[in-house]
């Protein structure tokens, strides 16, 4: 009877999902946003607009609804045109309510909300997302309109990145010719090539040579790759034939882990290697030679160089964090991506399964993780799943809102990762970053109490019910940090633990880590929570709330310890807080140093006071893994510009910032801020620099797309790739002599140098190769750079190869418009492009018939 009474209390209370539809038709409505000021009233603001523009018959009434929106700013509540008020809701939720000043919207007619964003806009992510109507009668339903249109920055407001500026970025890169260049990537330790070529078609023949046969696995993935080149099976030998040629896969002692050797000869190749790892890695080196094969064609053989190669890594530690917990992606497209991860040696896919926003993976023992936490829709209560997130909607249809992978495919990721060498790292966000976990702990516990069963219900809960501590997080959320106080908690951690085990034994895939996270707990959390103060009777060590955070971690990494499992997680979870000459510091924790915890640091901010944190870290004693956002994160914009997506909080970040990381010297090359203005080079005084036991705890190198802003496969690859080259590319290769060059002229030559080879090779190799392989990936393809010089257009690209197209006319160059091939008269309005191998675009630039002549 309980059962059916709580059965019916959840009908009521999702009854409005379910509600009539109002009399006016949303779908009638066009939104569109823009930017009205960007210097609002001399200061670091923006007076926007949302305009309403009404296309029915019907008219849409001045009040009776509010419009709900995501964004990841700040504005002021009462709208400048003075007819609305926005408020938040939490999170990045917002609400616009019409006030009495609002007039009725008659067909045909449009209504302004003028507001203040207490930002400056760059580029087209910092507009509203999502925006969304709900009617005061049908509170529970959300409709989207017919059309939201996000109209571009006016040019006028200075500061952006022009085609000037990229032409003259592009113009030290120097054209090498294909054939000489290096053809693999990342580049190996020892590379050289012979005489001779070697020929691969359907005969040749794949082979192990070792009696135990342990690298069939790899003799096998080499061979699936060879037939899918050719289009045909191989090892077919031709009697006719008198000669037979054999790629041979070898063990040897002495490589290392991960070091191989690959010898290629007129008739024979050889891939020497100590581990199945090392074997792997020499496969991929080997398909790396092949030149791309673009089109649907198959050839009938494929030619590749002699070569001898001796190779091993840099760090041993190369790894990619994918954030699926603020917008999802589905199983194929991570498995797109562990292909990749493969392919340019990289070893670490750290998988950011939880957060605020969103759970991601089926834990068998807790259904409500994800039938409540893996959904997004219209909802102000969080009782029966979360609210729209970074533009989701007002429902589940949102693909990047809604989604989770069940255990058989999360089983299927690891299988597939397993066979390409891969860890997957999977990330727990606690004790903040947590709001889902604890919306969804507190939907069991609803469910449990209704059905008479408190014990059972109590059992997992991650919030103290009479927690009155005010806080909000850097995302602006004011419930989303665990109460680490409850002993609930830690039933619930290895409860988490416990079914990630099973499901990681079930794939037969290694489970080394766990990310517990530990980063952006706000300042005011725990200070009104009665478990906390329950807990400081009992603990006397426990004097504040900052105590809390070692009591913690210590706890969680008790649990994991019975289980050989190691604790993984973010820089905060390293650190203690204290304080020199009365102001609050971090320094590395003493409590933690020798539990073999592992670290990822991405606070280097330039400017912001932190830069040298994963160093304290590393001569603290920490093994530290460098996520720096400075030059590591593929969500940051390319540059500064408004058809550039992405965040921009801690840099501008085009791939040269990854090419051109230091590891063991950041500071070294860093030249501009985080709003791209000259460094001041004063901001280092007195940061430590890294020690030679420093060193020895920097364990390798990590890019992180966090996703507020991907909301779909291909925007994922947009942000990734080619990006994640150079990744593999640091991460893989030796240290390179501009790093150390101590005479800056030399080491800017240097530098060129070599970033003019790497380039050449996107552009003539990889990114060919890219373009089809798994039917074609969305990387970025680069603006041309265009200056006006003699009354001429001259454009180039950051990646010689590529081909650049244009028009005179004012229309969109496509694929089919004239290529570029010398400087083009400056008459109309001339508008060049560049194009893949595909016939893929990317973004436009402009010239005009008034522009004038470079000085």
């Known amino acids: 009877m309980r059962r059916f009474i709580a059965l019916i209390l959840i009908a009521f209370a999702n009854v409005g999902t379910f509600a009539a539809a109002p009399a006016f038709d949303i779908k009638n409505l066009t939104l569109s946003w823009e930017v009205v000021d960007n210097n609002y009233q001399n200061k670091q603001q923006a007076l926007t607009a949302l305009i309403i523009t009404n296309n029915g018959t019907e008219t849409l009434p001045a009040g009776g609804w509010k419009i709900y929106f995501n964004s990841s700013r700040n504005f002021l509540a009462d709208a400048a045109s003075g007819n609305a008020k926005i408020l938040q809701v939490n999170g990045d939720l917002y609400s616009i309510t019409p006030n009495q ?29 999502g925006p969304y109507f709900v009617f005061d009668a049908t509170p529970g339903k959300g409709y989207l309109p017919g059309n939201f249109i996000i ?30 260049l290096p053809k693999i990537v990342p580049l190996p330790l020892s590379y050289q090539e012979t005489t001779g070529t070697f020929t691969i078609d359907k005969q ?119 954030d699926v917990a603020r917008n999802f992606q589905n199983k194929q497209q991570v498995l797109r991506l562990l292909d990749l991860m493969g392919a340019y040696k990289l070893n670490t896919l750290h998988m950011h399964l939880t957060d605020d926003e969103g759970w991601r993976i089926e834990i068998p023992s807790l259904p409500e993780l994800t039938s409540v936490a893996s ?15 970074h533009g989701s909607g007002p429902d589940f249809s949102n693909k990047a809102g809604t989604g989770f992978y069940t255990v058989a495919d999360y089983v299927e990721i690891l299988k597939y990762a397993n066979e390409r060498h891969i860890t997957v790292l999977p990330e727990i966000e606690t004790p903040g970053h947590a709001r889902g976990s604890i919306k969804a702990m507190q939907a069991r516990y609803n469910r449990l109490m209704a059905a008479g069963n408190k014990a059972e219900a109590s059992k997992y809960l991650l919030y103290d019910a009479g927690d009155q501590s005010d ?31 099973a499901i990681y034994k079930q794939a037969g895939a290694p489970l080394p ?39 913690f971690y210590g706890r969680v990494n008790s649990i994991l310890k019975k289980k050989n499992i190691k604790l993984s997680g973010w820089e905060e979870m390293a650190l203690r807080k204290t304080t020199v000459d009365g102001h609050n510091t971090y320094l590395p924790n003493p409590q933690f140093v020798n539990e073999g915890m592992q670290v990822d640091v991405w606070n280097n ?41 992405g965040y921009y909080w ?9 090419f051109s990381f230091i590891p063991y010297d950041y500071f070294k090359n860093a030249d501009v801020d985080k709003q791209g203005r000259p460094i001041d080079r004063r901001i280092f005084v007195g940061k430590q620099r890294l020690t030679d036991y420093g060193k020895e705890n920097i364990i390798g190198l990590q890019g992180a797309l966090w996703a507020e802003t991907v909301k779909s496969p291909q925007q994922m690859e947009y942000m990734m790739f080619p990006k994640l080259i150079a990744l593999g590319e640091r991460a893989w290769a030796k240290d390179p002599a501009w790093t150390t060059e101590l005479d800056s002229a030399k080491a800017k030559k240097l530098y060129n140098d070599d970033w003019s080879r790497f380039v050449n090779v996107l552009g003539k190799r990889e990114l060919p190769r890219l373009a089809y392989e798994g039917g074609g990936y969305a990387f970025r393809i680069p603006k041309p750079g265009v200056i006006l010089q003699d009354g001429k257009y001259q454009a180039n690209v950051q990646y010689p190869g590529m081909t650049i197209r244009y028009t005179t006319d004012g229309s969109e160059p496509t694929a089919t418009s004239p290529e570029y091939t010398a400087p083009v008269n400056a008459t109309g309005t001339v508008k060049f492009r560049v194009f893949d191998v595909k016939g893929r675009g990317g973004n436009t630039a402009q010239g005009k018939e008034n522009d004038k002549p470079a000085a």
């Open 513 to 551: 880590a766990i990310h517990f996270g530990g980063d952006e707990v706000p300042a005011h959390v725990w200070e009104k929570s009665p478990a906390f103060a329950a807990l400081k009777k009992t603990h006397p060590e426990i004097k504040n709330t900052g105590d809390l955070w070692y009591y």
């Open 375 to 389: 959904k997004r829709g219209h909802t102000l209560d969080s009782k029966h799943f979360l609210p729209p997130s």
């Open 605 to 645: 901010v330039l400017g912001d006071g932190q830069e040298d944190l994963a160093y304290k870290l590393a001569n603290g004693g920490y093994k530290t893994v460098l996520t720096c956002v400075t030059n590591l994160y593929f969500d940051m914009a390319t540059y500064k510009g408004w058809d550039e997506p």
């Open 650 to 658: 801690g840099a501008f970040l085009g791939i040269d910032k990854f």
């Open 204 to 322: 040749v023949l794949v082979n192990v040579i070792n009696k135990d046969q342990r690298y069939a696995k790899e003799a096998s993935y080499l061979k699936g790759r060879l037939e899918k080149l050719l289009g045909t099976e191989v090892n077919k030998k031709d009697p006719l034939s008198s000669t037979m040629k054999i790629i041979n896969l070898y063990y040897k002692v002495g490589f290392g882990n991960e070091g191989y050797e690959l010898s290629v000869k007129p008739n024979a190749i050889e891939i020497n290697a100590s581990t199945p790892t090392g074997a792997f890695y020499g496969v991929q080196s080997l398909i790396n030679l092949c030149p791309s094969v673009t089109g649907t064609d198959r050839p009938n053989s494929i030619t590749i160089p002699c070569v001898e190669v001796k190779d091993s890594p840099r760090f041993p530690y190369r790894a990619v964090m994918l």
């Open 151 to 180: 109209k571009p920055l006016d040019p006028k407001y200075a500061g952006l990145v022009t085609p000037e500026v990229i032409f003259n970025q592009n113009k030290n890169i120097t054209d090498i010719p294909a054939d000489k």
């Open 101 to 129: 000043n609002f007039k009725a919207i008659k067909p045909g007619e449009s209504a302004r909300i003028d507001y203040i964003c207490e930002d400056i806009v760059i580029n087209y992510t910092d507009a509203i997302e």
């Open 471 to 501: 806080y909000r997080s850097v995302q602006y959320w004011n419930d989303n940090v665990i109460d680490v106080s409850l002993p609930s908690v830690y039933t619930y951690v290895e409860r988490v633990v416990d079914d990630l085990v």
